[in-house]
């Protein structure tokens, strides 16, 4: 998958920022507590949906899919603490339509959370009905690893980088 001049520019940006992403040991305890994250997050913004706090909804499901894809970064050994490039590695790596919806909804967060600009209940809904699936996709991602698929994933990425 080739993503042209704009993409390949910012994917080979975010390896060389501060605070961006870098390569580090494979590590399935951060992966796990970063998945468990994502599950108390979805569920924490089922209750907030079911409050009618739209606002927190909003930002607790984002943050469902950032954790997962965090889960899955520090599984293979990547480490990015800057969201634009955690998306977009896992974007390279797992596809775009896999991980399309998070841009979005990281937009629907940022809009919520520092502008005010809160999404309606349905829109809401068909968020958290998304991060749910992505989240349990995310796991059966991380069921399937071992150290010859966690390679792949490294070499894709380092490949490239030259």
Same mark, same amino acid.
């Given at each position: 998958?080739?993503?042209?001049?704009?993409?390949?520019?910012?994917?080979?940006?975010?390896?060389?920022?501060?605070?961006?992403?870098?390569?580090?040991?494979?590590?399935?305890?951060?992966?796990?507590?970063?998945?468990?994250?994502?599950?108390?997050?979805?569920?924490?913004?089922?209750?907030?949906?079911?409050?009618?706090?739209?606002?927190?909804?909003?930002?607790?499901?984002?943050?469902?899919?950032?954790?997962?894809?965090?889960?899955?970064?520090?599984?293979?050994?990547?480490?990015?603490?800057?969201?634009?490039?955690?998306?977009?590695?896992?974007?390279?790596?797992?596809?775009?339509?896999?991980?399309?919806?998070?841009?979005?909804?990281?937009?629907?967060?940022?809009?919520?959370?520092?502008? $005010?600009?809160?999404? =309606? *209940?349905? /829109? #809401?809904?068909?968020?958290?009905?998304?991060? !749910?699936? +992505?989240?349990?996709?995310?796991?059966?991602? $991380?069921?399937?690893? =071992? *150290?010859? /698929? #966690?390679?792949?994933?490294?070499?894709?990425? !380092?490949? +490239?980088?030259?």
């Amino acid at each position: 998958m080739y993503f042209g001049g704009t993409t390949e520019r910012k994917l080979k940006w975010c390896f060389k920022i501060k605070d961006g992403a870098k390569f580090v040991r494979p590590s399935k305890p951060i992966s796990d507590s970063y998945i468990t994250l994502a599950k108390n997050s979805l569920k924490r913004a089922e209750f907030m949906l079911k409050e009618k706090d739209f606002l927190w909804a909003t930002v607790l499901t984002y943050y469902a899919e950032y954790y997962a894809i965090s889960s899955f970064l520090a599984r293979i050994g990547i480490k990015c603490e800057n969201h634009f490039c955690s998306i977009l590695i896992s974007k390279f790596l797992l596809g775009e339509e896999k991980v399309s919806k998070i841009e979005d909804h990281r937009g629907m967060r940022i809009d919520a959370q520092y502008y $005010l600009k809160i999404s =309606n *209940e349905k /829109k #809401i809904k068909d968020m958290l009905l998304h991060a !749910k699936i +992505f989240v349990s996709e995310i796991e059966e991602i $991380l069921s399937s690893l =071992n *150290e010859e /698929k #966690i390679s792949s994933f490294q070499n894709k990425i !380092k490949e +490239f980088l030259k």
